[in-house]
């Protein structure tokens, strides 16, 4: 339980009658929880030499102890003792409370987190976790400080409306269930008795508190078509639940947007559908079955052709054919044919062609300064194939100008301009 949690239940009595107590809004706890009671140490048939209060933390991020307390009250009684505690208790780990003893029997504690000197009843009594160090007056119920509450034996106070958790003697103390990490405001349903196993800092940690590590599989880093498939996977120890991919992209012009969602589920997989001219750039995450949220990937970046038809014309002629790239392509069978790009920006620039065995040469101007020479020539005709030019040291803004060398065949079906 954790600060603000409904309503706990009372015994009056030998006669069990149930009555409601003061009750704040309080809700399941999601950090730590008290994990274990035990007061039969040091008596004459006790287990351990000492009593113990164990705690364990359920939640995936270490919580500082520091300024806490765990308090405790005889099973009708109203004068509380606290033990202040220190430290912090590791996600999924556990931390000893050793109380006071009755005696000189039994063994001798593992290594305790905080030592205290109360006297826990071997058979019922009231066990706060508290934020405060500060002992509660009658109550410690409606107390704001109040992180957990075990009632347990014929206790009259107790969380839930079914019970206290079960009757305690010197051999058995109190679990709360599936390891420490069951906690439904129940003390009935929630805890269950058993031989003392008390558990320190050093014991193994329970539960999943590790998020899953993920991989984007690798896009190529320029497209020829304006939808393209993006993979992914993780990796968990307790099993991936879901997966969450982002996107940012950037036009031609402009700035890069924020990040989106394009993708929530349980797929490996997923189509991701851009426009002409952008860049895109993909992380992804998952989550496993107990909630925890891994981190984003780092980005993977593809860039989508600007297409012919975007570019200004000189001696080429426009054609359509759902062959190419958005369905069009620019040709042109004269020397000295052009096509402009207005302003764009971009760092890997590249031009997307088709190369045929009659496929002359272009130039390939940036910002009016000759980049390179490119011979379109291949044996057999070959649609949408991407013809590097050069990737400049980082994104600039220019025009990109291609000019056709030849009266030989060309047909250029897109430029591009990728900022990354």
């Not at 982002?246 to 929530?264: I, K, L, M, N």
């Amino acid at each position: 339980m954790s600060r603000s949690r409904p309503l706990f239940g009372a015994f009056a009595s030998a006669a069990l009658v149930l009555c409601l107590l003061p009750a704040g809004t309080f809700a399941v706890s999601t950090t730590v929880t008290i994990s274990q009671v035990y007061g039969g140490g040091g008596g004459s048939t006790g287990t351990y030499l000492y009593d113990y209060i164990e705690l364990h933390n359920l939640s995936s991020a270490s919580v500082d102890l520091t300024g806490w307390a765990v308090q405790y009250a005889s099973a009708t009684g109203s004068a509380w003792s606290a033990t202040a505690l220190t430290g912090s208790i590791p996600a999924g780990a556990y931390y000893l409370v050793q109380e006071g003893n009755a005696g000189s029997v039994g063994a001798p504690l593992p290594p305790p987190d905080k030592v205290g000197s109360t006297s826990v009843a071997s058979a019922s009594g009231k066990v706060a976790l508290t934020s405060s160090s500060t002992a509660c007056v009658t109550t410690c119920i409606g107390n704001l400080s109040l992180i957990d509450f075990v009632g347990y034996g014929t206790a009259n106070e107790f969380e839930g409306t079914t019970g206290p958790a079960p009757l305690l003697d010197s051999t058995h103390a109190d679990f709360r269930q599936n390891s420490g990490n069951q906690d439904t405001d129940d003390n009935a349903a929630d805890f269950a008795s058993g031989p003392p196993l008390p558990r320190n800092s050093s014991s193994p940690p329970t539960g999943d508190h590790v998020a899953p590590v993920s991989t984007l599989n690798a896009i190529a880093t320029l497209q020829k078509k304006l939808s393209f498939n993006v993979g992914w996977s993780a990796t968990d120890d307790f099993g991936v639940a879901s997966y969450d991919a982002r996107e940012r992209h950037a036009g031609p012009t402009g700035a890069f947007t924020g990040y989106s969602s394009w993708y929530s589920g349980t797929s490996t997989s997923a189509l991701y559908a851009a426009a002409v001219g952008q860049t895109v750039c993909i992380s992804v995450r998952a989550a496993d079955i107990s909630a925890n949220a891994g981190a984003y990937t780092a980005d993977k970046c593809t860039g989508i052709p600007i297409d012919d038809s975007a570019l200004t014309a000189q001696k080429f002629t426009r054609k359509s054919n759902a062959a190419y790239f958005n369905g069009t392509y620019s040709l042109s069978v004269v020397m000295g044919a052009k096509l402009t790009s207005t302003t764009i920006t971009g760092k890997r620039l590249a031009i997307l062609a088709t190369t045929c065995a009659a496929c002359g040469s272009i130039q390939f101007k940036w910002k009016g300064a000759v980049i390179g020479t490119f011979s379109l020539y291949s044996a057999t005709t070959k649609h949408n194939v991407i013809v590097p030019v050069t990737v400049l040291t980082a994104a600039e803004s220019g025009i990109a100008q291609i000019v056709t060398l030849s009266t030989a065949r060309v047909e250029i079906d897109g430029v591009y301009a990728s900022r990354k």
